[in-house]
C-alpha cells in the first residue's frame, strides 16, 4: 500500500467507484445512448502537440477513444457512450495518471451547450444515486450542486482571476501556465462551473462559433477545483480539421517529439459526420470528488508503484 492509505479506506472508494459506473451506464441507457467498445492500440493517433503517446510495437496506445468512437457517428450510431482506459506518457501527480479511466460520449443533433447541460445532468443523477447531501462536502468547501450551474467565458475568467487577458496570454504563450496556476484553483470551490468559447487557437478538434470564428465551442467542468470533462461541438469538416493537424504536427517536429501522420480513415469519416457534440470525462477524477479523496491514488485499485 501508498503511505498514508489504508486498505479500508481504500476498499470503500472502490465500492463508490463500482456504484459510480453502475450510475453512469443506467443513465446513458436511460437516455437512448449504446454503449461501444473500441480498440486500445491504434495505428495512428489524432495530432495533438500537449499529449506525449505511449508506443506499442509501432503503433501507440490512445490518448482517448475519439478516432474510434467518430467513425461510429459517421456509420450512422447517433447516440454513444464509451468507459475505457486511455495513457498518456509522463502524466503522474496527485491528479494524474498515465492509465487513466475515461468516459467519452458523442450525440448526433446537439451542440455544446447541450452537451453542457448533460453533463449537469449526469452528474446530478449520480449523486442523487448515491445519496449524497447538497452541498456537497469536498476538500474542506461545500459545493452547492443545485442547477443551474455556473457557466463563464474563458475570456471572463481571465479578465476575473488572471494576471493577463486571455489574447495577451496567448501572444505570450502563457495560456496553459496561466490556465493552470492563476485560474484553476479558484473554479468550482462554492459551484460547479463550465468554461467554455475558448479562443480559437485552443480549439482542438471544435467547432468554431458561426457568428465569430475567433471563438471555438469547447467546455471544460470545475467542482471544487478539479478539472472533470473537455467538451466540444465536434467539427465535421475534412479540410478545416486537416489543417488543424498538419499544425500541431508541426508543432511535434520543431519539438523533436514523434510523428505519426495524419489519420486519414479519421478525416474520411469526418465527411459523413452528423453534426453532433462529444465530452470526454475523467472517472478517476469523478470518483475522488464523491468520495471526498485529495489523490487520485486513493480511488484506483492500483497506481504504477503498486504494481
Given amino acids: ?21 453502475h450510475r453512469i451506464r443506467k443513465f446513458f441507457r436511460g437516455h437512448g445512448f449504446l454503449e461501444v467498445e473500441t480498440p486500445i492500440r491504434i495505428p495512428v493517433p489524432l495530432p495533438e502537440a500537449h499529449i506525449d503517446l505511449i508506443g506499442s510495437e509501432g503503433w501507440v496506445l490512445q ?44 450525440a448526433a443533433a446537439e451542440t455544446y451547450r447541450d452537451m453542457m447541460t448533460r453533463t449537469e445532468e449526469l452528474i446530478l443523477s449520480i449523486a442523487h444515486g448515491l445519496g449524497l447531501a447538497n452541498p456537497l462536502a469536498y476538500q ?20 476575473r482571476f488572471a494576471s493577463l487577458p486571455a489574447d495577451a496570454a496567448l501572444a505570450q504563450g502563457r495560456f496553459d501556465e496561466l490556465m493552470g496556476m492563476e485560474i484553476e484553483p479558484r473554479l468550482g470551490a462554492e459551484r460547479p462551473v463550465f468554461i467554455h468559447d475558448y479562443p480559437a487557437a485552443c480549439g482542438s478538434l471544435a467547432r468554431l462559433t ?3 470564428p475567433s471563438v471555438a465551442e469547447r467546455f ?3 467542482i471544487g477545483g478539479l478539472e ?15 489543417r488543424r493537424f498538419e499544425a500541431e504536427l508541426e508543432v511535434k517536429r520543431r519539438h523533436d517529439q514523434p510523428v ?48
Fill in 63 to 106: 490518448p482517448s477513444p475519439e478516432i474510434c468512437m467518430k467513425p461510429l457517428l459517421a456509420a450512422g450510431r447517433e447516440r454513444i457512450f464509451q468507459i475505457c482506459k486511455c495513457f498518456r506518457k509522463g502524466e503522474r501527480g496527485r491528479r494524474h495518471l498515465p492509465e487513466m479511466t475515461l468516459l467519452e460520449w458523442y
Fill in 228 to 242: 472533470l470533462c473537455n467538451g466540444f461541438s465536434e467539427l465535421t469538416d475534412p479540410v478545416e480539421q486537416r
Fill in 260 to 307: 505519426h501522420g495524419v489519420p486519414q480513415k479519421f478525416l474520411e469519416a469526418l465527411s459523413a459526420m452528423p453534426p453532433c457534440a462529444g465530452n470526454a470525462l475523467g472517472i478517476d477524477r469523478l470518483v475522488m470528488l464523491f468520495a471526498d479523496a485529495a489523490s487520485i491514488d486513493e480511488v484506483v485499485a492500483f497506481t504504477p508503484e503498486r504494481l
Fill in 140 to 159: 474542506g468547501s461545500r459545493i452547492d450542486l443545485t442547477p443551474p450551474w455556473q457557466r463563464l467565458t474563458v475570456d471572463e475568467a481571465f479578465r
Fill in 220 to 222: 471544460e467542468l470545475y
Fill in 210 to 212: 458561426p457568428e465569430d
Fill in 1 to 21: 500500500m501508498m503511505p498514508g492509505i489504508g486498505q479500508e479506506h481504500l476498499s470503500r472508494n472502490l465500492v463508490l467507484r463500482a456504484e459510480i459506473l
